[in-house]
């Protein structure tokens, strides 16, 4: 067996290389050391200071902010979408966690977001 060190936009993964053939799926990378993530941006909605809610929703992905689907105070169902995220030429609708009320919208259409960037947050 073989170990290495990866780096992939700047995530940093130990991996194990087994010598030889194997039909077995290859085991999934670990991370060694997350990369430190960049302070989130100033609320760009018109929310008052401080009304950050209590469930976050983060992009799954690194993408662009193509659009907005809700607004600060309306009432959202799981599964109801909230804002579209261009990843990879494709258009990927980022839905409700839970039932809830949006309490902030932290990112703006055309917007750059990187994974796990908090993109909205409900009540």
Known sequence: MKNYTITVNGN???VTVEEGTSTGAAPA???AAPAPKAAPAAPKAAAPA???GSVSVTAPMPGKILGIKASVG???KK???IIVLEA???ENEIVAPSDGTIASINV???DSVEAG???ATLN
């Open 79 to 81: 599964g109801e979408a």
């Open 117 to 119: 960037a908090t993109l």
């Open 108 to 110: 703006a259409a055309g």
């Open 12 to 14: 940093v993964y130990e």
């Open 29 to 31: 990378p670990r991370a």
């Open 88 to 90: 990879m030429k494709m």
């Open 74 to 76: 309306q009432a959202v």
């Open 50 to 52: 401080g009304a950050q």
